[in-house]
Structures are given as structure tokens and as C-alpha cells.
């Protein structure tokens, strides 16, 4: 049977096995519904408590200032449409940057078609906004400004406390999709001047289908869902115990083991940047190494595309990607490296390799090996 080697740790990392143990008894014999009032019940809702300790307390947050959604896409939702429409219903100004992920400018996009003024801020070479940038675009009705704090095709760091002062000086709420920088990064949004916060569980080894949105204490959103009181009325129905045990579980666990997790894959990182790009004519670093995400490397090879790489290691049992899963059927280019002003040499042919620290080194150096010789013929003449 062939080996596989998993790459793909930004589009989903595996489910540790500790945090399935957790979630066992609520797929099983827990199964309580946490709105009720017997003893099965309360069984559930004081794990689900929990689970929001343990997620608050590794946000550096309050328990009672974290929702729990479905994923990042609904807490991305959730606070800029839930803000708006509780704040702002008639329209007003929205400042957000080109390389966001589809769930905020696509949620950006149908807001603007529905009257309200948006200004997406252009980013440098690397990807990165500039603040002064967002400062000039500032009006007088501007009421939401979203910028990311990490992107999740070149990992790529915003200046998200600068960011985020500007945003303070000017009275505006500021919300940051923090999906992917919360596995490798200290993210504590009342540190980092942030009013509304995404994070999700499948980056950080948890269930997939689980996110949160913290919610700084004053701001007000509207729901858009109708139905009962569950998760501070902004979320009806029945809460998923068992996902949510899951991700409590997976952020206690990533607080206890960050810094271990961070030094294992910026070493690997590190492994492909020097032994594989850094020299090589026909590859291109597209963001920048040491502004990125430790876990988190893109580049292009020349005269390749994407999918034809993608395909050549996936039948050697090595899985990386072409940047966001949430993209990888799109035929354009991607929007990060276009906003970038990437060349067009490099556009249709970028890789992003993300790791976990159950990667190995031995797995790195096999996936080298691998791109060299699929690349090889390439080399000729360079």
C-alpha cells in the first residue's frame, strides 16, 4: 500500500485522537439535549460550558463573549451581517482588503450590491496592507472595517494591532478573520484592538463543521436565524454538543502545545524554502518567509501549472494544494496573487504546502525530492 504524506494542513488537519476521546460520550451515551432541564440535559450543557471556557480562556477572553457557529464562513457572516443589520440597516461605509477570503469579500460584495459603500484596500508584494493605507480610507460613514489576520494562501501576517488602532482612533468596529493564525499565532483580540473575532476547529485538530466568534462586550448583532435562545440568541436550534466538546478540547490542547507546534513546522518550512525555492530559477516565493505563518509556504513553478504539479505528487501519495481548498475547483487565477500583483508567469502555477508537527522531516525531504524530478525537464536551459 502506498504512503501518503499529508500537505494540506491550512485546508483541514487531522482529528487528534485526544480531542475524539473527548467527543466520544456526546456521540454516545451524553446525548442530551443541553436545553433541557433533567439531568441528561445539564450533562450537555455543562460540557458545552466548558468547551467555551476552555476557547475563551485560550482567546484571552470571557466565556460569555464566544458564539459558537458552524464554521468560519457563518462567524465571518454572522459579524458582519449580524453587526450591520443591528447597527447600520440603512447602508454605510466598509473598508476590507483584496486578499480576504471569499467568505468575507463574496459577504462584502452582496452587501455592496444592496447599497452599501465598500473600499477594498490594495496590499504590497508580500500581501500585507499597509496602515496608512487604511487610514486614508476612512470617511465619515464608515461603520466596519474587516481585514484578516493571517491569509490563508501564502500565510501571509497582517499588522493587525496597528490595524486595529486605527480602527479604535476612529470609533469603528473592527472584525478579523483569524481562521487560520489561530493554530500558530497568539491571537488575543482585546490585546489586538479586535470588537469581533473568527476562529474554526479543523485548523487546529479539531471536529470539522465547528467555528466561534468572539464578540466584544457592547457590540450588538442581529441574528439570522428565528428561533430559540440558544447561544446568546444569535444562533437557534440545537447546539452540536459533541462538536463543540471537540473544539474546546483542541484549543485547550493547542494553548498547552503551541510553541512546540511553531518551532516543528517553521523548521520544516524553513527545510523546503532553503533545500527546494531559495536559488532555484524556476520557482518563486510568492508572500514573504519570515512575515508569514510558520506552518504555511506558497510558491509557482515556472512552465507548470497548478493541477498538473497537484496531480504528478498526489500519484506519489503527497497531498499540498493551489492555495485555498475553498478555491481549488476556480479556473481563474487566484485573487491573492493577482491583489499581490504577482507576474503572470507565476499566476496559474502556485502551490501551497501547509504542515502539522506529525509531518516529518523524512516526508519533507521525500516531497523535495519528488518536485524535483516532476521539475526537472524544466530546469533545461535555465
Known amino acids: 500500500m502506498m504512503e501518503r504524506i499529508y500537505l494540506d494542513h491550512a485546508a483541514a488537519t487531522p482529528l487528534d485522537q485526544r480531542v475524539l476521546t ?23 450543557r455543562a460540557a458545552v460550558q466548558l468547551a467555551r471556557r476552555q476557547l475563551a480562556h485560550c482567546l484571552g477572553v470571557a466565556a460569555g463573549d464566544v ?42 460584495r452582496a452587501l455592496e450590491a444592496e447599497g452599501y459603500s465598500l473600499t477594498v484596500l490594495p496590499v504590497d508584494s508580500d500581501g500585507r496592507v499597509c496602515p496608512e493605507t487604511l487610514r486614508q480610507a476612512i470617511r465619515p460613514d464608515t461603520v466596519l472595517i474587516s481585514i484578516m489576520y493571517a491569509n490563508n494562501e501564502t500565510g501571509t501576517v497582517q499588522p493587525v494591532q496597528e490595524l486595529g488602532a486605527i480602527a479604535r482612533e476612529h470609533d469603528i468596529v473592527f472584525h478579523v478573520d483569524a481562521v487560520q493564525a489561530f493554530g500558530y499565532l497568539p491571537v488575543h483580540p482585546i490585546e489586538d484592538g479586535i470588537d469581533l473575532l473568527t476562529v474554526c476547529s479543523h485548523k487546529i485538530y479539531g471536529p470539522k463543521g465547528m467555528g466561534a466568534l468572539y464578540i466584544r462586550k457592547g457590540i450588538q448583532l442581529a441574528s439570522e436565524a428565528h428561533g430559540g435562545p440558544q447561544e446568546h440568541r444569535l444562533r437557534a436550534g440545537t447546539e452540536n454538543v459533541a462538536g463543540i466538546v471537540g473544539f474546546g478540547m483542541a484549543a485547550a490542547l493547542l494553548e498547552a502545545e503551541r510553541p512546540e507546534r511553531i518551532e516543528k513546522v517553521r523548521m520544516l518550512k524553513n527545510l ?77 502555477s502556485s502551490i501551497r504546502m501547509s504542515f502539522g508537527p506529525e509531518n516529518t522531516v523524512e516526508e519533507v525531504r521525500k516531497t523535495i525530492q519528488a518536485i524535483r524530478d516532476i521539475t526537472r525537464p524544466l530546469r533545461k536551459g535555465v
Request: net charge negative.
Open 22 to 44: 473527548a467527543m466520544m460520550p456526546y456521540l454516545t451515551s451524553q446525548y442530551g439535549n443541553p436545553s433541557s432541564l433533567h439531568y441528561f440535559g445539564q450533562q450537555a
Open 67 to 108: 458564539v459558537f457557529t458552524s464554521g468560519g464562513t457563518e462567524a465571518d457572516n454572522l459579524a458582519i451581517q449580524g453587526y450591520l443589520r443591528a447597527n447600520h440597516p440603512h447602508g454605510g461605509h466598509l473598508i476590507t482588503s483584496a486578499v480576504e477570503h471569499q467568505a468575507v469579500l463574496n459577504t462584502f
Open 272 to 348: 523546503v524554502y532553503h533545500e527546494l525555492i531559495e536559488g532555484n530559477g524556476i520557482l518563486h516565493l510568492n508572500g514573504t518567509l519570515s512575515g508569514s505563518l510558520p506552518n504555511i509556504i506558497d510558491f509557482s513553478v515556472d512552465g507548470m501549472e497548478s493541477p498538473v504539479l497537484l496531480i504528478a505528487l498526489d500519484r506519489q501519495g503527497i497531498a499540498v494544494s493551489a492555495g485555498s481548498a475553498c478555491e481549488a475547483g476556480a479556473v481563474e487565477p487566484s485573487h491573492v496573487l493577482m491583489a499581490m500583483g504577482t507576474d503572470d508567469k507565476w499566476l496559474r
